[in-house]
């Protein structure tokens, strides 16, 4: 089946100091990649929709200025944390939905293992 | 009311147990899936339904979709199917296309 992969697995880092966090789909073209993230014994929550060559799209409450996302290709997104603060430490997830090369990929969505983030 | 219910929220099971999660929404959705998180929080995608029944190993997955019900079943469950089992729907609402809702989650718990 199809493969996402991010990286890193997890990361550590001081106050105030910026993390990228990359998306990759391994066999498959991605023209839309999800990002999510989950505090500890919460349901995952949709940040933000990136698509191949244009803005992401951020919900309500979720600062763009803070939370970079870039869909550069069609196989990379990536979610920079700047300026991170210890309340910033969560789980990040990505999921990516394929090119639509017929109608059974339409629903399709694959996710990425995750990156768990912690801010000292 | 959370449009995407899970239930049991933990469910503590003997070694070979049959085991039921049920998963019940109330939005129109395109498609449904089940996702397994272990401790360390790695997500892993076990099936994506949109109709029927799907069967991988010991992990079986059912779709009522005019009674918007799923069920994820494991068979002859052993102690490293401990994890969060976790059902997602991808919502088509209007202006929430493409939009996947998150259940809670059913922690589970098999003793050896």
């Known amino acids: 089946g199809a493969v996402v992969s991010q990286h890193p697995s997890w990361v550590i880092c001081k106050s105030g100091t910026s993390v990228k966090i990359e998306c990759r789909s391994l066999?498959?073209?991605?023209?839309?990649m999800f990002w999510y993230r989950q505090f500890p014994k919460q349901s995952l929550m949709l940040m933000a929709t990136?698509?191949?060559?244009?803005?992401?799209?951020?919900e309500q409450g979720v600062e763009k200025d803070k939370f970079l996302i870039n869909h550069a290709s069609l196989t990379l997104s990536t979610l920079t944390v700047t300026s991170a603060h210890p309340e910033d430490s969560s789980f990040y997830i990505c999921?990516?939905?394929?090119?639509?090369?017929?109608?059974?990929?339409?629903?399709?969505?694959?996710f990425g293992p995750g990156t768990r983030l912690t801010v000292l | 009311k959370n449009e995407v219910e899970q239930s049991p929220q933990n469910l503590t099971a003997q070694e070979g147990e049959f085991i039921t999660i049920n998963c019940s929404y109330s939005?129109?959705?395109?498609?449904l899936h089940w996702l397994q998180q272990h401790p360390g929080g790695g997500i892993v995608s076990l099936f994506m339904?949109?109709?029927g029944k799907k069967k991988h190993g010991r992990l079986i997955a059912t779709i009522n979709i005019q009674e918007k019900h799923s069920s994820l079943h494991i068979t002859a469950s052993h102690p490293r199917d401990s994890a969060v089992y976790i059902c997602?729907?991808?919502?088509?609402?209007?202006?929430?296309?493409?939009?996947?809702?998150f259940g809670k989650g059913t922690r589970l718990h098999i003793l050896p």
């Open positions: 066999d498959f073209q991605a023209t839309t």
């Open positions: 999921s990516a939905r394929p090119v639509i090369a017929g109608a059974r990929l339409l629903n399709e969505q694959f």
């Open positions: 990136s698509n191949e060559g244009s803005k992401a799209t951020y």
């Open positions: 939005v129109g959705i395109s498609a």
């Open positions: 339904l949109s109709s």
């Open positions: 997602a729907v991808r919502s088509v609402e209007r202006n929430r296309d493409d939009k996947i809702i």
